[in-house]
């Protein structure tokens, strides 16, 4: 594990008074500061960045409303992450509530691949329900250039619902919306493709009003679907900004409620956590996996029929096999990482690369994404990670650091390796491509040739930013369950403190944990620091998270440690 830099962020001390003048909690205050806020972020509904301003959605709307009020069939083609499941059940709950015959369909990573393809439109014009005539693409779309003329072809019209960015050309569509496509003047470029199809779901209930053509059991209720939109919006790990932090902390305010779907009270059951004390890391590390495992490992349609359940014991059973497939993923996961790990230590050129690009027989392409992440993370290099795929090609996906666009690393490569890549696409820290199996030392090669040349250096070093030391007074449990009571994510990252202790004791928990007795001024404080099994010195400087721990009806502060070195 590469040791990483670790510096301090520092909170501009006007912010900081002017956050405080307004009656935010001294240390709330800073962190807030050090995060570029100047005034305490909206979070109610009124404040929500208004529909109108997404191009396109108001078109989208309309045709919806069209396309309901002539009792037209309407299939969802939803993508097979968290996103694209929420998405997709946020889709089919609210139409069915405004009187749509909606269905859904959902790609095998497997076998029809990314997207809405012709292959997939195949499958939509065989659906059980009978022949859509408007296929509405949630999550996916932007891309599908020979998806969206397929479906014309066979007679039935699309509607793009996406938050990727778009490449040179667009689908022919009815209607595009994604706040990415040229010309979009919507302030959040943020949204997680979930939060797009609550927008569009939001113009057709407008463009339903207008009409006065809504059910007549009265208008529904969208922010009922604001859990959804919060669990897909931290799991796709956008960057939560203010209009995100607020779509985050209704959703989550509805669940710390208990006024959440079955599905995901039922997920938070067997994921072991509580909803009434719920936060970003509960979606992000707990719910947002078990729904992506049934995409990695099996059928997505598993998922988002768990997210559209209503009955909770039916919800239970779903939950509690999402639950099986995920421990499923995650010792498929282990013996993979150790494999690349064997590999990667028993060879002396693969040390002393730029990157990593590893592959074994028999490994399962719907984990390789989360081997390439966890490599990245030991090594602090980019990492691509592949699996056999059909005949003599390889599957893979790859995840970067800051310095490094995967995407254009890709792209140079294919450059200088002519028709070595089939096909491949992504973004800057995340992509992947299908290459031929013959040549993968050669792009090995290749591709850390072109990190080095866009990286401009042979080595990369990782950083940990911290919010500095924090005030011993604070080292409280209600300090605790202040920070956890936060919207914290990426773009506005949780804090991390930074101080000296002495360690009173220490033991192994289990032979891979690390629990610890600290003091600090005076003050006695427990700690673990996972995945660290190796002895502390006497005097350390840690980086920590802090922790509320119940136990036995008792609550006491916990120290998270993320670091720890020795303070000589």
Known sequence: MVRPLILARTADPERTRALAAAGVHPLLARLWAARGLECPAPTEWAALIPPDRLSRVDQAGALLADAIQAGKRLLIVADYDCDGATACAVAVRALRAMGAQVDFLVPNRFETGYGLSPAVVELACRHPAGKPDLLITVDNGIASLEGVAAARAAGIEVIVTDHHLPGPALPEALAIVNPNQAGCGFPSKHLAGV????????????????????????????????????????????????????????????????????????????????????????????????????????????????????????????????????????????????????????????????????????????????????????????????????????????????????????????????????????????????????AFDDFSRQFDAAVRTLGGRESFEPRLDTDGSLETDYLTVETANLLAGQIWGAGFPPPLFQDRFRVLHQRPLKDKHLKLFLERDGLRLDAIWFNHADPLPETIEAVYRLDCNTWGGRSSVQLLIEDARDAA
């Open 195 to 438: 939060g797009v199809i609550f927008y569009v779901m939001l113009a057709l209930r407008a463009a339903l009003r207008s009409r006065g053509a809504l059910p007549p059991k009265g208008e529904p209720k969208l922010e009922t679907c604001a859990d959804l939109v919060a669990l897909g919006t931290v799991a796709d790990v956008v960057r939560l900004d203010a209009n995100n932090r607020l779509l985050v902390g209704q959703g989550l305010r509805r669940i710390r409620q208990g006024r959440m779907q079955a599905g995901l009270a039922a997920l938070f059951e067997v994921a072991g956590r509580d909803p009434a004390r719920a936060g970003t890391n509960d979606l992000g590390f707990a719910l947002g996996p078990r729904i992506n495992a049934a995409g990695r490992m099996a059928d997505m349609s598993l998922g988002i029929h768990c997210l559209l359940e209503d009955d909770p014991d039916r919800a239970l059973e779903l939950a509690r096999a999402l639950d099986e497939i995920n421990r499923e993923r995650r010792a498929r996961e282990t013996i993979m990482r150790d494999e690349a790990l064997t590999h990667l230590d028993t060879h002396a050129q693969a040390a002393r690369a730029a990157s990593v690009c590893v592959w074994q027989p028999g490994w399962h392409p719907g984990v390789i994404g989360l081997v390439a992440s966890r490599l990245k993370e030991t090594y602090w290099r980019p990492a691509l990670a592949f699996a056999p795929d059909d005949g003599d090609t390889l599957r893979g996906s790859g995840r970067s650091i800051p310095e490094i666009h995967l995407r254009d690393a890709l792209d140079l490569v294919s450059k200088r390796l002519p028709g070595a890549i089939l096909q491949f696409g992504g973004h800057a820290m995340a992509a992947g491509l299908t290459l031929k199996t013959a």
